[in-house]
């Protein structure tokens, strides 16, 4: 098993950056991928963001080029740096990860991108 949780979120005005955390209650060298998903007011959830245990990693359209997604081994963290954040990246974020057959969600962080 794992818990996850994620910190960082907040209001940003467009243009602007966060950096979302996802801290891991165990190693994560065992967890084949680790991934950032979003949720928006009205929307299904959807995929961000994946890195698997090679590092590479995987990016949605609409946020390749300005988010990077890394994870840490020493403190069991992976993060989400946003750039150049636009009113359309607003939704709850949630760290998921796959680890031994079940999924794992943490409880969500809210980012709010507005002026």
């Known amino acids: 098993q794992v818990q996850l949780v994620e910190s960082g979120g907040g209001l940003v005005q467009p243009g602007g950056s966060l950096s979302l955390s996802c801290a891991a209650s165990?190693?994560?060298?065992?967890?084949?991928?680790m991934s950032w998903y979003r949720q928006a007011p009205g929307k299904e959830r959807e995929l961000v963001a994946n890195i698997n245990r090679d590092d590479k990693s995987y990016y949605a359209e609409p946020v390749e080029g300005r988010f990077t997604i890394s994870r840490d081994y020493a403190e069991n963290t992976v993060y989400l740096q946003m750039d150049s954040l636009k009113p359309e990246d607003t939704a709850v974020y949630y760290c998921y990860a796959w680890l031994e057959g079940t999924e794992y969600w943490g409880p969500g962080t809210q980012v709010t991108v507005s002026s």
């Open positions: 165990r190693s994560i060298r065992s967890i084949v991928a």
